[in-house]
């Protein structure tokens, strides 16, 4: 590059974007983002930003002769008003798995597909992938249309239940799925020990499968999900049969993942675990999208005032007394005659009353902290909700 130059560094979703001015001999001088990591050149100011980066097309151009191209930076995976139905029964009735899907995963980040039993999160990977075909609307991986063979070739899939032949070995078993994404012994041969180490099964390369539990399985298939170096990552279910070690491992290997820009969309019931690896989620009910965000907003939108857990020396009926007629969330004596109560006030002062109406009545109190709401307590609710207006209509 010219040595007029101006770089400063910014960051979008653990990507480090570079603000610099191109050489007169390209055409006119304006500001371009470059995204480090992948590559990639873009117009500075004509980009959305929403957790990640949006970017327009432009045509192919080269820099200083070196033949370097400016690209857009496409989503991992775009969804629009997606619809898949399918008929079933004697009288061919229509069944609509989903309906109007909508959502956008930017690369590099850990995406999160949330919801009940059929909500229609595994037909929506399916069809992403290509394995049964959508009825409307489109939907895109890595820059190219669900189900396009370049594009699945850069996708490392992890099924719900992996079935793996009984006679293979953990090391045979990579050795099959290599071969099948294309890769040559040699490729194979040196990522193979250092995946069943990262998945936590470096002692048992060697012993039959049809010895493993689900959960050794589950890393496993994790590892030939890994094995062909995708970008992109789709898990259902990925740590479902795992103990809390196994558990441990994928998120440690996830994580890694991200720091190395690889993008991972996870479908998952267990809502602890997503809380702890994902930066957003999606929620999927009978086929619609619920709610997208960052979890810890999604949490934030599905609760009002302060959540306030107190523990006092004081029996169940003195408490009470002294707390009148504020909503009481929960309430439990401990074994050590302690006496716990969740309370839900509407704001700062309101605490502060609380407290004051306790130590007036002469309560001790033992122990005082605001409760996090949780993912899983934001999902709860938010089906709650529906349950009540669906109750309504009836």
Not at 33 to 47: D, F, K, Y
Not at 131 to 145: D, F, K, M, P, Y
Not at 270 to 288: P, S, T
Request: charged letters at 25%.
């Amino acid at each position: 590059m010219a040595s007029r130059n101006r770089i400063t560094p910014e960051t979008t979703s653990g990507i480090w974007w570079y603000d610099f001015r191109l050489p007169l001999s390209v055409g006119r001088n304006k500001a371009w983002a470059v995204p480090a990591s992948a590559g990639l050149v873009t117009r500075a100011g004509t980009a959305k930003t929403c957790s990640g980066l949006q970017c327009l097309f432009l045509p192919t151009m080269l820099l200083n002769n070196r033949h370097e191209r400016i690209m857009t930076l496409d989503a991992a995976i775009e969804v629009r008003d997606l619809t898949k139905s399918y008929r079933s029964g004697l009288l061919r009735r229509r069944f609509e798995a989903l309906r109007g899907v909508s959502l956008r995963v930017e690369r590099g980040e850990i995406f999160g597909l949330l919801g009940p039993n059929g909500a229609g999160k595994t037909t929506l990977i399916k069809v992403l992938l290509g394995i049964v075909r959508r009825s409307g609307g489109s939907a895109t991986l890595l820059g190219r249309s669900a189900g396009d063979r370049a594009g699945r070739m850069k996708v490392g899939y992890l099924p719900e239940n992996l079935r793996i032949a009984n006679h293979h070995t953990a090391l045979t078993a990579l050795e099959y799925y290599g071969k099948l994404s294309g890769l040559s012994w040699q490729e194979i041969k040196s990522e193979r020990f250092r995946l069943l180490e990262s998945v936590g099964l470096a002692d048992r390369t060697r012993e039959s499968v049809k010895k493993f539990s689900k959960g050794m399985l589950q890393r496993l298939g994790l590892a030939q999900a890994l094995l062909h170096d995708p970008e992109l990552l789709i898990l259902d279910e990925p740590t479902d049969g795992l103990d809390p070690v196994g558990r441990s491992h994928v998120r440690n290997v996830l994580t890694q993942l991200k720091t190395q820009g690889k993008t991972v969309f996870l479908n998952s019931h267990m809502l602890q675990e997503v809380e702890l690896i994902c930066d957003r989620v999606a929620i999927l009910d009978r086929g619609l999208v619920k709610a997208v965000g960052d979890v810890h907003e999604l949490a934030g939108e599905q609760t009002e005032g302060v959540e306030l857990e107190i523990v006092v020396a004081a029996s169940e009926d003195v408490v009470r007394a002294s707390l009148g007629a504020r909503d009481i969330a929960s309430c439990r004596t401990d074994r050590d005659g302690t006496y716990r109560v969740v309370i839900q006030l509407a704001d700062q002062a309101a605490v502060d009353h609380c407290i004051d109406d306790l130590r007036a009545s002469g309560i001790s109190i033992v122990g005082l902290s605001r409760r996090r709401i949780t993912l899983e307590d934001a999902f709860l609710k938010l089906f709650a909700e529906d349950a009540e207006v669906v109750g309504s209509r009836t």
